[in-house]
């Protein structure tokens, strides 16, 4: 019922910034809370960050806490991340994901209901 398709991924030095961009269909957009995970091969998908329904309130790994920033514009449908001082520890898939309800710090990707493709995050040393 809803599609995201995610864009703005590429490859960067150490120190370099990307934004990165989730559109999502539907008009039932801000009914959603939104979030982005990322996944290096040979691991586990990880939380990155998660932003409310409509307040904006905003929820952070520890491993991109003042670094990466979410955001969201619910008259566009769509859900930014900006990501500054990348690391080579920061090459993974991004993927941008949305779950129905209230609660924006879930960090446990099952909770999610509806996925993008993903775009490729590579950061060079």
């Known amino acids: 019922q809803v599609q995201l398709v995610e864009s703005g991924g590429g490859l960067v030095q150490a120190g370099d910034s990307l934004r990165l961009s989730c559109a999502a269909s539907?008009?039932?957009?801000?009914?959603?809370?939104m979030g982005w995970f990322r996944q290096a091969p040979g691991k586990e998908r990880e939380f990155v960050a998660a932003?409310?329904?409509?307040?904006?309130?905003?929820y952070y790994a520890d491993s991109v806490k003042g670094r990466f920033t979410i955001s969201r514009d619910n008259a566009k449908n769509t859900v930014y991340l900006q990501m500054n001082s990348l690391k080579p520890e920061d090459t993974a898939v991004y993927y941008c994901?949305?779950?129905?309800?209230?609660?924006?710090?879930?960090?446990?990707?099952?909770?999610?209901?509806?996925w993008g493709q993903g775009t490729q995050v590579t950061v060079s040393s």
């Open positions: 994901a949305a779950k129905s309800g209230v609660n924006y710090s879930d960090r446990n990707p099952r909770l999610y209901d509806y």
């Open positions: 539907g008009r039932t957009f801000s009914s959603y809370v």
């Open positions: 932003i409310s329904r409509r307040s904006g309130v905003t």
